[in-house]
């Protein structure tokens, strides 16, 4: 069983709509990362957050350390915002575990 | 320098070669980190250095494989004797962060794809 779930799957959305994914983690895991992934790309961090809430641009990331739960938020969707996003846990072990990411497009 | 790189991007070799692949982290960072991403999957933890010491490996890490960090800066991933089960993109992220400080944003190279045949 993963320490990290992902959901969902995949995901479709028109552009402009407000987007959410979500990712549950299991306990040990102090610290929740999210990543971007493109296709045959490389992987960029968006955010790392161990307690409230963090925003950076129209990208929004929530933890809720109580429930083990975080949310990516993408606010005004735009056709560039198509990509993987993978949130990963990271502990006392000082490795990130990962989910199995969240494939995203956005349609014009 | 900018960035983690890796080298090489791409490598196909025949089953049963042996391989070898380098990472340079950012300059400042102490840790370095390998990963293994197969295809539709999210990435899954190798190992780590912290500096030159080699703190962590994955029991995905079989016998095959070898990594070292000799001066603390680059790092190479060796895989012997190659397997067709070997095929994927391997990263390499590294990473501020003390001994038994818990983990910081890492930072990813642009991975390196392995086809073996």
């Known amino acids: 069983k993963n320490e990290v779930e992902q959901s969902p799957q995949n995901l479709t959305a028109q552009e402009g709509e407000f987007i959410t994914i979500n990712c549950s983690y299991s306990?040990?895991?102090?610290?929740l990362h999210w990543l971007q992934q493109h296709p045959g790309g490389g992987i960029v961090s968006l955010f790392m957050?161990?307690?409230g809430k963090k925003k950076h641009g129209r990208l929004i990331a929530t933890i809720n350390i109580q429930e083990k739960h975080s949310s990516l938020h993408i606010t005004a969707s735009h056709p560039r915002d198509s990509a993987v996003y993978i949130c990963?846990?990271?502990?006392?072990?000082?490795?990130?575990?990962f989910g199995t990411g969240t494939l995203l497009a956005v349609q014009p | 320098d900018t960035g983690v790189s890796q080298d090489p991007r791409h490598k196909i070799t025949k089953r049963g070669q042996n391989v070898t692949f380098r990472c340079d982290p950012i300059?400042?960072?102490?840790?370095l980190y390998w990963y293994r991403q197969t295809l539709g999957q999210g990435p899954e933890f190798l190992t780590y250095?912290?500096?030159?010491?080699?703190?962590?490996k994955s029991r995905l890490l079989s016998d095959r494989f070898s990594a070292e960090r000799p001066k603390g800066s680059f790092s190479t991933l060796e895989i012997q004797r190659t397997e067709q089960g070997d095929s994927a993109m391997y990263l390499c992220?590294?990473?501020?962060?003390?001994?038994?400080?818990?983990?910081?944003?890492?930072?990813f190279g642009p991975g390196t794809r392995l086809t073996v045949l």
């Open positions: 300059s400042e960072h102490n840790r």
């Open positions: 306990v040990g895991i102090s610290a």
């Open positions: 990963a846990g990271g502990g006392a072990t000082n490795k990130l575990i």
């Open positions: 957050l161990s307690s």
């Open positions: 250095f912290q500096n030159e010491a080699q703190l962590e």
């Open positions: 992220a590294s990473s501020r962060g003390e001994f038994g400080q818990p983990v910081n944003e890492q930072f």
